[in-house]
């Protein structure tokens, strides 16, 4: 008895040592992989589409990363220096703004007194110097941190490419690793396909989506240093709540101070129309989906922005869904409607 005791806490300990180990050594390169499994979602519909054609798994896995791969080698070849150039822009334009005279002539009212102009105006100084440095410093910062990058974009699409052709394999293998019962796991599956989803779909992609249509109207109207507000749009349209209307207003208010009256007009509608085109495409991509509640979908998006960097947008949803649901299916609590619920 004592002997198969000690053999069993033996075992555990090794376990858990190896699997400590493992944590540390895949650590580096972890949000890649997540990236790779959260990319195989997206896109294994299309994959099963091309299957249909090709009918070889490995190689149509590899037409499909290769393909997103060469998008992602050209879209960082041509537009790193545009960006690093045009965050420079942004930094110098931020020195020499003068926010009192364009705080005055927004709300004259409010700002009549010169020393709380002043002070507003100092305060404001100081975040948009704060956040227009760092994002100066960070896109300067890809060209020094290319290798790393590189080895991180070979492990998304190394993982990308083996979730796509061995999903049935891997899917089974989780199934038998985790420790409920079949009808659990089976229910636990059919909910975190559901919620996972919704999560990317309705987010993520539709969110995108908006920010890409913002991100149009700033380039007709020839907006200055759009290449830079397109992709601050894109990741404002997928938080939730927020959306591109944060890049779209400013510019708007900028147009109409400069005496532009046509291109404010243009981008307000743009800014309209990017903030309600997900009526039109929710009922499209997640219809009939669990949809995760929006404070916990904020919760998770700003959450994972801060632990695991721009990655966590989708990863820090995810996590939260996934807890919920598991919580949900496992002690078949209705009470999880308030946090997910169906659309």
């Avoid at 948009?128 to 290319?146: P, R």
């Avoid at 590189?150 to 999903?167: G, R």
């Avoid at 309209?272 to 995760?292: E, G």
């Amino acid at each position: 008895m004592e002997e198969n005791y000690f053999k069993k806490f033996t075992t555990a300990i090794i376990f858990l040592a190896l699997l400590v180990l493992a944590f540390f050594l895949l650590k580096p390169v972890l949000l890649a992989m997540i990236g790779g499994f959260v990319l195989a979602f997206i896109f294994y519909p299309v994959y099963n589409k091309l299957l249909k054609v090709i009918k070889s798994r490995g190689f149509t896995a590899f037409i499909l990363c290769a393909f997103l791969l060469l998008i992602i080698i050209a879209l960082l070849w041509f537009l790193t220096p545009v960006l690093i150039d045009e965050s420079i822009k942004i930094y110098r334009a931020s020195q020499s703004m003068d926010l009192v005279s364009i705080l005055k002539g927004i709300l004259p009212s409010l700002f009549a007194s010169q020393e709380s102009s002043e002070q507003i105006g100092s305060i404001l100084q100081g975040f948009i110097t704060k956040a227009t440095n760092s994002l100066m410093n960070y896109l300067s910062n890809l060209v020094l941190e290319l290798p790393s990058i590189l080895m991180h974009i070979f492990v998304l699409f190394f993982t990308f490419y083996y979730a796509l052709k061995d999903k049935e394999k891997i899917t089974k293998a989780i199934q038998e690793i985790l420790p409920f019962s079949d009808e659990v796991v089976k229910k636990l599956f059919n909910s975190t396909k559901e919620i996972t989803s919704s999560v990317l779909f309705g987010q993520v992609v539709i969110g995108a989506i908006q920010g890409v249509v913002l991100a149009i109207g700033l380039f007709v109207f020839n907006i200055p240093n759009a290449l830079v507000l397109a992709l601050i749009s894109i990741v404002a349209g997928i938080f939730p709540i927020i959306g591109p209307a944060i890049v779209g207003v400013p510019v708007v208010i900028s147009l109409i101070i400069g005496g532009d009256a046509f291109s404010a007009i243009g981008i307000l509608i743009f800014t309209i129309l990017s903030s309600t085109i997900d009526n039109f495409l929710r009922p499209m991509l997640v219809a009939k989906r669990a949809k995760l509640h929006t404070a916990i979908a904020l919760l998770g998006t700003i959450g994972g922005l801060l632990l695991f960097g721009v990655l966590g947008i989708i990863i820090g949803p995810l996590i939260l869904a996934y807890l919920i649901t598991l919580i949900g299916v496992y002690k078949n609590k209705p009470l999880l409607g308030i946090l997910i619920k169906q659309e």
